[in-house]
């Protein structure tokens, strides 16, 4: 389990695939996901406490948002590398 904190416009790369922070608030935050190889934007919405599993079953948790920075909990397979941009 990783716990970590973005900022809105701050990114994560797992594998292959990006995922930038474009929204947070007390209810929601709001995720673009691309895949770099060339695959199409997709935006994740998360409310608070929700479970959200999204490329290579990484599950996330929003835990809380104070201004523009989201804490989180990551819980990635044991081979996926996950890295802060």
């Known amino acids: ?13 797992i594998e292959d695939v990006q995922l930038r922070l474009t929204s947070a608030d ?3 935050i709001i995720f673009t996901m691309t895949k770099l190889s060339g695959g199409r934007e997709t935006n994740v919405v998360m409310q ?14 929003m835990i809380s948002v104070e201004g523009q920075t989201a804490r989180l909990v990551l819980e990635p397979p044991e081979n996926i590398q996950i890295q802060k941009l």
């Open 1 to 13: 389990m990783l716990v970590m904190t973005l900022d809105v416009d701050q990114s994560l790369l």
């Open 26 to 28: 007390a209810r929601q």
């Open 48 to 61: 608070r406490h929700q479970i959200v599993v999204v490329c290579y079953n990484v599950r996330f948790q």
